[in-house]
């Protein structure tokens, strides 16, 4: 029998926290109104993840899983489990139970009261270093004076979306995935659910501050065109910045014939000031030429090495 509710949950390297995970959403899923599919989705952890994958799926037939045969990031892993995922609903949390399971039955009574997308948003980020906290702080809040999209702050990928919403996702072909993005792009009656956001349960932050990086540029350079227009602004303000040191020279040059500021020291300023707006200029470009790259080769977005429980 087809589910009615889908749930997805990327995980790389999770084997610490996949026991007690299934047994927390396996405990929500018992008590759902109608049936339910668990899908996991293995971003090539290289521990026992797939051994106990294999042995859930033994064990219930609900829980299914996708195998990546290597790792991709949880962006594309998501993208994976909303590929395959059968329920009129779907919602994604982490793996780690920083995302509590148990607020699944809230946010599916906000979909049943006809809400498309249903976000978590997080009042509280719990035993998260100060640093990380003030970095999604400020990142949330400039990505939105950036973007056109509105996109909320502080809502992570924890969501409920509707199939109307899967089928939407599921058709656009881009590869840099920002899928908090994507999802308010689309539109559609969208919700917010607060929720306090619990510490990991076991094992090491898997969003080392590369990938976190990649995710913040991802999110930026997929929402945003404002850092190109960036290199003209710059452009016009150096433009300005020499016209004052023209006069200023000229300045020194009448009445402070033996200033030292007039020699090589100001021509060296210029020289630095000018490179350094140029190889900035040139770097924002790269960010989005290699974009425009990544999506020509278009290559499949993922390669699956094994599965179970799901139609390939
Ligand atoms: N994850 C993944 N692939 C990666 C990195 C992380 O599937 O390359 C998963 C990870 O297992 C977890 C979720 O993404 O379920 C969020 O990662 P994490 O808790 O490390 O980051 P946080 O969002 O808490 O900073
Ligand atoms: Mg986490």
Known sequence: MRPTYSLIVPLYNEQDTLPELVRRLTAVMDDLDAPSELVLVNDGSHDQSLR???????????????????????????????NFVRGDMVVILDA???????????????????????????????????????????FYRILRQLSDVDIPTDAGDFCLLDRSVIDILNKMPERTRYLRGLRSWIGFNQTAVPFSRDARFAGEVKYTFRKSLKLAMNGI???????????????????????????????WRIFVPNSPLTGFTMILIAIFFLGAIQLVSIGILGEYIGRIYEEVKGRPLYTISEMAGLES
């Open 96 to 138: 780690d139970l920083q995302d509590p399971p148990e607020l699944i039955p809230e946010l599916i009574q906000q979909w049943r009261s006809g809400f498309q997308v249903v976000y978590a948003q997080r009042t509280k980020r719990v035993q998260e270093s100060w640093l990380k906290r003030s970095l999604a702080y400020w």
């Open 221 to 251: 350079v997929s929402f945003s065109q404002v850092p190109l227009r960036l290199s003209t602004y710059l452009g016009l303000f150096a433009a300005f910045v020499s016209l004052i040191m023209g006069f200023l020279i000229l300045y």
């Open 52 to 82: 106990l994958l294999r042995s859930f799926h033994q064990q219930d037939d609900r829980i299914c899983y996708i195998n990546f045969a290597r790792n991709f990031g949880h962006q594309i892993a998501v993208t994976a489990g909303l």
